[in-house]
Each structure stands twice: as C-alpha cells, then as structure tokens.
C-alpha cells in the first residue's frame, strides 16, 4: 500500500519560531511536492523537488524554503513563522508513469 | 491569472441522483492532463479520475466520469447516484509545466464541496 507519511498532524508554533515539517514516502518517487490548502483558494504548491538535492519554487515560496537530502524525505521550513503562515500542509509524491499525486494526511499549523 | 476554474463553492444533491461539478481550465499547451480529487472531512485527498488532453473518449471509474470538452476547456466531473459518503470537497487540477519548462506540476482550483441528502 503506497504511503506518504507527515511527521505531525497538529502544530502550534509562535511568531518567529522555526518549523520543519517533515514528509516520507515510501514509493521511490522522484518527485515530491509541498502545497498549502486554504479556504476558498483551493491548494497552492509552495515548493517542489524533482531529484534529491534539487528543488523549484511553486506559485508562493516566501517565507519558506525546503531541503531534500535523501530521495524518500522532503522537508518544508518556516524560518521564522508568521500568523499568515497558520494553514494547512500537504505533502505529495508523483507516480512518474500517470502524473497521479499521493498526498499525506497534512500538518495543520497554527502560528500564534 | 487564474488557472483553474470551479465557479460552485458549494453543491447539494439528492442521494441517488446524479450531480455535475464544473472546471474550467486555462492552458496554453497542447499536452495536459486533468484531474479530479475528493477530500473527505478527515482531510486526505483521494484520487478519482483522470484525463489527457488527447484522450477522444472520456474517462470513466465506477459512478465518477469526466465530461470533457476540450474546445470549451473545461473538465467537468459527474457522479452518477449519489452516496452519502460522497459529501466532501472536490477539486479538479491540472498538470502543467514549471517555469522552467523541464518538469509538470499540478496546480489547483479552489474546490466544491458538495453535500449529499438523504
């Protein structure tokens, strides 16, 4: 059974803390994504990694960045967290042959 | 400028009847690939149904099919009988280039979330 798996479900952070939020999957993909879902506008890709070490910004990449050290784990960072940045995160990884995207449960973050 | 279109915030239905989401996309590329998801309110998204641009027929899965029309460019998802299990929100997206031109995203409308009666 395929899986992408986040590292926490619920998250309360204050303004100006760090956060890693963590994505594995087990699918040997190539291609992972991280998006953020609010109400009304749908998901949103922040970043994106098509190869380990290599990554692309998506429609809005401030305010975070990610990391890719090893094919199966793809980290979002918050380097200083901000209110505006309270939502919820999912990861994703892309079956190379249909396109299809696996997504984990999502991090719902709250920044205070 | 917006890519994906789903004008319904909200839909209800009647269980076991049949019900229409609408999606309008906006792609310049000759090649692309549509598709739909439901998310339940435990929140994962579920794949449903999927179409390429040069597809002629349109793709079908169960009581989920996608009326395409591709002159039109929109993508429309029908569900056929209406469970209650399918209230939750649905969106369509599509697979287009990065900037870069090297690698296919997909990119998101803003989702319907349809209720279903008994």
């Known amino acids: 059974d395929v899986k992408v798996t986040q590292s926490s479900r619920y998250l309360v952070k204050r303004t100006g803390e760090k956060v890693f939020l963590e994505c594995v999957q087990d699918m040997d993909h190539e291609n992972m994504f991280w998006y953020r879902q609010d109400p009304g506008l749908g998901l949103r890709l922040i970043y994106f990694s098509y190869d380990v070490k290599m990554k692309e910004k998506g429609d809005i990449p401030e305010g975070y960045s990610v990391s890719r050290e090893k094919k199966e784990r793809f980290s979002l960072i918050l380097e200083s967290a901000s209110t505006n940045q309270t939502s919820m995160y999912l990861c994703a990884s892309k079956e190379q042959a249909t396109g299809e995207l696996f997504f984990g449960e999502g991090s719902r973050l709250t920044v205070l | ?118």
């Open chain 2, 1 to 118: 400028a917006q890519k994906i279109t789903q004008t319904q915030p909200g839909m209800f239905v009647q269980e076991k009847e049949a019900v229409t989401l609408d999606c309008t996309y906006d792609t310049s590329d000759q090649s692309y690939g549509l598709f739909w998801y439901k998310q339940p309110s435990s929140g994962e998204m579920i794949f449903l149904i999927y179409q390429g641009s040069y597809d002629e027929q349109n793709a079908t899965e169960g009581r989920y099919s996608l009326n395409f029309q591709k002159a039109r460019k929109s993508a429309n998802l029908v569900i056929s009988a209406s469970q209650l299990g399918d209230s939750a929100m649905y969106f369509c997206a599509m697979r287009e280039r990065t900037i870069s031109g090297g690698y296919n995203k997909l990119i998101f409308g803003a989702g319907t979330r349809l209720a279903v009666h008994p």
